[in-house]
């Protein structure tokens, strides 16, 4: 079994800054690919960010220049860098992974999740 840990949300002003961390636990041969969703009350949970063991990275219009998703390979963590944050960010931001075990069987894993707020 694998868990995945989210930290670093919390409320923010507009134009501020705040960095998600995700860390995975457990039975992990290797993670292929590590992302960050969101999901804002009464809509949909929508992509954010993905990044590649490779690290190729993928980002949602809405936060290109904005947002830097990296990782830690060693760590099996990855980081969301949010930066010019706007009110429509708000969401609980979960952290998202695709994990080869020993057994080398594939399976996506999610975080409970982890709120970032954005005052007006």
């Known amino acids: 079994q694998v868990q995945l840990v989210e930290s670093g949300g919390g409320l923010v002003q507009a134009g501020g800054s705040l960095r998600l961390s995700c860390t995975a636990s457990g039975s992990i041969f290797s993670i292929n690919y590590m992302g960050w969703y969101r999901q804002a009350p009464g809509k949909q949970r929508e992509l954010v960010a993905t990044?590649?063991?490779?690290?190729?990275?993928n980002y949602a219009d809405s936060v290109k220049g904005r947002f830097t998703i990296s990782r830690d390979n060693a760590k099996n963590t990855v980081y969301l860098q949010m930066n010019s944050l706007k009110p429509e960010d708000t969401a609980v931001y979960y952290c998202n992974a695709d994990v080869r075990n020993s057994f080398y069987i594939n399976q996506r894993y999610w975080g409970k999740g982890t709120l970032v707020t954005v005052s007006s």
């Open positions: 990044i590649t063991i490779g690290n190729t990275t």
